[in-house]
């Protein structure tokens, strides 16, 4: 088991900002890290899968990036349907974890 | 374009068992290239992994859960199923069935998820 740690929990920003969630592991993971979107009383929707690669159809505003145990999930110029929580998530071994999730709010 | 739906009870007794279904529209389960895996959310918290399962039936679950958990496949139907046992209000959740790629285990897409209440 690997736990992830994601911070911050909760973010406040504005519309246009730019935002950084960080996900880290206590171990090497590699880049076998994903990145989901989701809004209340809807399925989490995948954003960013290995790390770094934009899901087909995921505005080029998501970015990812990170090996290792760092990862980083980035919104440039956050627009109104992106406040949400975001979870990042890891598989190792045949055991699946997610981070804790981080709000972002306006 | 895949579809996966859930369908199960909204509200179950605790100390029995859930059991929840999920139809896949599509596409196939029998393909090589994914794992069918459920997914549960209690009220207000995060994501929790339950369990996956391959066409060829190998299945791998959560060890916190694993006593308890049953996944199998309906190729028939093209459909996968969750079986639960013994509830408590801890087992109170959302439950999403996914689609889990071999590749670079990421979940996409997933059900609308089904409300599940233990409670007597």
Known sequence: DIPLTQSPSSLSASVGDRVTITCQASQDIANYLNWYQQKPGKAPKLLIYDASNLETGVPSRFSGSGSGTDFTFTIDSLQPEDFATYYCQHYNHLLITFGQGTRLEI | ?120
């Open chain 2, 1 to 120: 374009q895949m579809q996966l739906q859930e369908s199960g009870p909204g509200l179950v007794r605790p100390s029995e068992t859930l059991s929840l279904t999920c139809a896949v529209s599509g596409g196939s389960i029998s393909s090589t290239s994914y794992y069918w895996a459920w997914i549960r959310q209690a009220p207000g918290r995060g994501l929790e992994w339950i369990g996956s399962i391959y066409y060829n039936g190998n299945t791998y679950y959560h060890p916190s859960l694993s006593s308890r958990i049953t996944i199998s496949l309906d190729m028939s139907q093209n459909q996968f199923s969750l079986k639960l046992n013994s509830l408590t209000a801890a087992d109170t959740a959302v439950y999403y069935c996914a689609r889990q790629h071999t590749k670079s285990n990421c979940f996409d897409p997933w059900g609308q998820g089904t409300l599940v209440t233990v409670s007597s």
